[in-house]
């Protein structure tokens, strides 16, 4: 893993951006993106860039089952207002939290998946060490899924609704799995409450308990840390 520490979100959306457009520059056709409070200083800076994909592909991880795209809590609604509309993709897939047959949704995902490699991944991080919405104890071998939030995401992502009983208690997400096809991996994380999540990914034993310590077996990550995500590594 390659690990940048910052001073702050803002300098972190810049290193950020800079992993998009190096990715872009070197022939990256397909994008996996994420929602959530991390990545929006990259899409921010990508937004106020001359970076152009309307000729490239996008794939969201995750998607809150039961909401719809114009619901403005869905991660549909997000893409939309943090990235899509100022800087269109030629194709952007997510999966649909309204499907009828949520495993025929999950199917159709995995094949939008396993049609369309990614070439660079852009991950959050979860405070209990989720990556995608693949909570602790998920299997690693599992495809696109329905999730059973755990009241850790409950209560992290409570934050942007206005009750938490509002918060839905499902989503779909791409499997572990996926995301470790991806070429390349960015995953950010700011904040002291990501300090044990982002401890335990770098330096603790790998185990589905913590998700993202998967990705102590990918040979191309990088990691963009504030100092206060950073403050319990014990190798700075
Ligand atoms: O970036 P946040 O808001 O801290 O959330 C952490 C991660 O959990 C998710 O909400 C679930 O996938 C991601 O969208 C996000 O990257």
Known sequence: MQIIIVKDEVEGGQKGYQVFADAKKNGAHVFGLATGSTPITTYKDIIASDLDFSDSISI?????????????????????????????????????????DIDAEAKRYD??????????????????????????????????????????????????????????????????????KSKHILLEAYGAEKADAVKGMIEGPDTPDLPASILQNHDNVTVILDEAAASKLTNK
Do not use: C
């Open 111 to 180: 094949k939008v998946i396993a049609d369309n490699p990614i070439d660079l991944q852009i991950l959050g991080l979860g405070r209990n060490g989720h990556i995608g919405f693949n909570e602790p104890g998920t299997s690693r071998e599992i495809g696109t899924h329905r999730v059973s939030l755990t009241q850790s995401t409950i209560d992290a992502n409570a934050r942007f609704f206005e009750h938490e009983e509002d918060v839905p208690k499902e989503a779909l997400s791409m499997g572990l799995s996926s995301i470790m």
């Open 60 to 100: 969201n991880l995750d998607e809150y089952i039961g909401l719809s795209a114009d619901n403005d809590q869905s991660y549909n609604y997000f893409m939309h207002k943090n990235l899509f509309n100022q800087k269109p993709f030629k194709t952007s897939y997510l999966p649909n939290g309204l499907a009828k």
